[in-house]
């Protein structure tokens, strides 16, 4: 009999890769502005509480633009606006401004500034007047497109270094009239901030109190490079692109990257894998297992697909029967092997997506008696289970109040000073712990819906599908009948390594949308036209359009006209 029961935290930190190499600009400002709110903070906080490990995922491509960030002077488009000169304003400089500068959650960052919410005040207000973007320019100075873009980037700063930094506590209290050198300053203190990031990091694993682990490099979804008809397999009525995508060769090549950036910064070899978006198939699995992983995490839903076996949860989400979850499992495929622990659910859901509008003693408490009940229900278990809570480390905190300090730190009190509670990384888990119970298959999905739907099937996604292998044909060919530098055959693969990540074909059609998604649709075409570009060469027409734009879409209505329209 155990009274202990281990808890793993795994936060994944993901950002796709914005920037335009051919060009050498960012498209978007989300690595820069996450990184002074969410990378940094998440492991200082647990400073103070040195009985707490915990592992954290880092996506090779988020990395390298932290680097970029810290080290090569990189640049977006925001950053540039917000240390221009005011007197240089264009028009095109105002129209960014007054569209960009508000995305930013309502309550947690733009309220709580009372400059910054009286300039989104006024937009709106303007625009339920019926006033177009180019009529309202004029209804700004040119000193107020300056603050506004100071504010920008002043609410994304994690309270941490409000409190670290006076001199952001006094940028905020001056509330207006940004002079273009403060503006400059901000910039100055956000890569201070991000330069700080790895190696924070690094000598936080060094000391034992984290783990950190690694995704391929771009962030795809592995199963549908190394074959997209696996779509078929969770959903036999899911639509095929028109061209199969049959790359095992990258999905390779994505995991080899990712592991050699991992050696150089982190200066060891990871254990650990977050396959992207959870996605996995056989085969994706044994290419980790031979990339030299130990262990993946992955959704629980995978888990009872593959083996009939149901979670059972009373009215309040709580696991009835938790030895089915709560221990690891070993994949044997053909002669590779690889340890999986699936992610408990309702925990870690309601952290990414419930627990931000609940006072945070109350959210703490509620996630540590789920645990408790857990080890109540194992406590004649013979083993040491494990709770393991994954999930998206960034996103997730800006509907907290404080960005989540206070929620977390009530949480890491409670469970640092519960002695049955060890709060460990997974290769901490694994070391100690026997792996009993051996999987001979896995069933194919992500961790939405345990299926592959959110980046094919859907008209537009797999136009992107069909675009992206049309290049990638062209390329091999070009590369086949004609002599290249190795340097142009390198930039040349690497744009097709950035053109697979997940994040594009997560924007394209249903069911997600942003305010951004021209921007994304954008990146990816501008991926594929670098390509060309990088050869000496046009680019075909239809590259330049967006892809909404080259699809008709229609639509079955029942599952028999689905059936019959594949």
Known sequence: MSEKLSVCFVWHMHQPLYKDRASDRYLMPWVRLHGIKDY????????????????????????????????????????????????????????????????????????????????????????KAGQKLSAMLEKFSNQEYADMAAWFNLAWFDPLWIKRKPELAELIAQGKNFSQKQRQRIIEIQREIIAQTIPVYRSLMESGQIEITTSPYYHPILPLLIDSNVARLPDPYTT??????????????????????????????????????????PAALELIAQAGINWVVLDEALLT??????????????????????????LQIGE?????????????????????????EEAAQALYMRLKHIQQKLFNWEHEGVVTIALDGENCWETYEQDGHAFLNELYKRISSDTSLNVCTVSDYLTRNQVRETLHNIHCGSWINADYHIWIGDPLKNKAWDLLGETRQFLSSELKTSTYSADVEKRCWEEIYAAEGSDWFWWFGEPNSSASDHIFDEQFRIRLQNVYKFLGKEYPEHLAKPIAAQVAITKPKTKQEHQAYV
């Open 40 to 127: 940094l903070d998440m492991p200082l906080v647990l400073e103070s509480f040195p009985a707490v490990k915990q592992t954290f995922n880092l996506v090779p491509s988020l990395l390298e633009q932290l680097e970029d960030y810290a080290k090569n002077n990189a640049c977006d488009e925001q950053l540039l606006l917000t240390v221009k000169a005011e007197s240089e304003y264009s028009d095109a400089d105002k129209t960014t401004i007054l569209t960009e500068s508000f995305h930013a959650n309502l309550d947690r960052q733009i309220k709580i500034h009372a400059p910054y919410h009286q300039f989104y005040m006024r937009k709106e207000r303007l625009a």
């Open 240 to 281: 095929l692109p028109e061209r199969v995508y049959l790359q095992r060769e990258d999905a390779q090549k994505q995991l080899e990257k990712g592991l050699a950036l991992y050696e150089n910064l982190f200066g060891r070899k990871a254990q650990g894998m977050w396959p992207s978006e959870l996605a996995v198939s």
């Open 305 to 330: 697909k593959t083996t009939g076996l149901h979670i059972y949860r009373d009215e309040h989400g709580n696991l009835n029967n938790p030895e089915v979850l709560c221990q690891p499992y070993k």
């Open 336 to 360: 590779q092997e690889i340890n999986i622990l699936f992610r408990e659910v309702v925990t870690s859901n309601e952290i990414g997506f419930s627990y931000g509008g609940r006072p945070p």
